[in-house]
């Protein structure tokens, strides 16, 4: 089956940038996602990547894929206290299961 | 065009009760999921239903819990004799169905936050 690991809790300060690792185990992960959810509210889709890419840029937003160590990153430029929120990590197969399976999450805070 | 809609989005019951939440997919999606986030937790996946069939029901608990999603009207989660360890946020998400599904991504309701006193 397939298992997505993330570390917890992640502090920066405002105006740094914020990196988010994630491992998933599962090599036919074909979609890869990550999302953010603010307290309180459901999850938003914040960027995603297929797995024939290793490099995805979106503003401040930059997802790196390894597929050899199975490792994902989202790096956040300039970090803001609106950044602060909860970010996880997903994954889905091209076949079979259609539902995403989600890390734990890392709970970002940013410190003024 | 609205996004997925749950209700209630909170809900108190006490242990023994039955507990119902409902979900209204994005218009156009047909493809329905139920996710449970327990306190300080990550999503863990629950069932996957498209209209009137259950797709994968792989993350369901065997027993008290169910889910539908009928021809006409919303899906509907159903917690039966709840306990405290069901105290949780139910989120719902929907996608497309066939080639519209595009990426694959999933979109979230803001969650049915259950509390079993």
């Known amino acids: 089956g397939e298992d997505v690991e993330q570390s917890l809790f992640l502090s920066v300060r405002e105006g740094d940038s914020s990196v988010i690792n994630c491992t998933y185990t599962?090599?036919?992960?074909?979609?890869l996602y990550w999302y953010k959810q603010e307290p309180g509210a459901g999850l938003q889709l914040l960027t995603y990547?297929?797995?024939?890419?290793d490099m995805k840029q979106d503003q401040r937003l930059t997802v790196l894929l390894n597929k050899k160590d199975k490792h994902l990153s989202l790096r956040i430029a300039d970090t803001q206290t609106g950044d602060s929120a909860i970010y996880f990590c997903?994954?889905?197969?091209?076949?079979?299961?259609?539902?995403?399976?989600f890390g734990s999450g890392t709970r970002l805070q940013v410190q003024p | 065009n609205a996004g997925v809609m749950q209700n209630p989005r909170h809900l108190v019951r006490r242990r023994g009760q039955e507990a119902r939440l409902r979900c209204s997919p994005m218009?156009?999606?047909?493809?329905v999921y139920w996710y449970r986030q327990l306190p300080e937790e990550g999503l863990k996946f629950m069932v996957y239903?498209?209209?009137?069939?259950?797709?994968?029901e792989s993350g369901m608990p065997k027993e008290r819990f169910s889910a539908e999603f009928p021809k006409e009207g919303p899906s509907i989660l159903r917690i039966q004799q709840v306990v405290r360890g069901d105290s949780a946020a139910y989120f719902c998400?929907?996608?497309?169905?066939?080639?519209?599904?595009?990426?694959?991504?999933?979109?979230f309701g803001e969650g049915s936050r259950l509390t079993v006193l």
């Open positions: 990547i297929f797995s024939n890419m």
């Open positions: 998400a929907s996608s497309p169905a066939g080639r519209a599904m595009g990426t694959g991504e999933l979109f």
């Open positions: 997903a994954v889905r197969r091209d076949t079979g299961r259609r539902a995403l399976t």
């Open positions: 218009k156009g999606h047909s493809h």
């Open positions: 599962d090599s036919s992960s074909t979609y």
């Open positions: 239903l498209q209209k009137e069939n259950i797709i994968d």
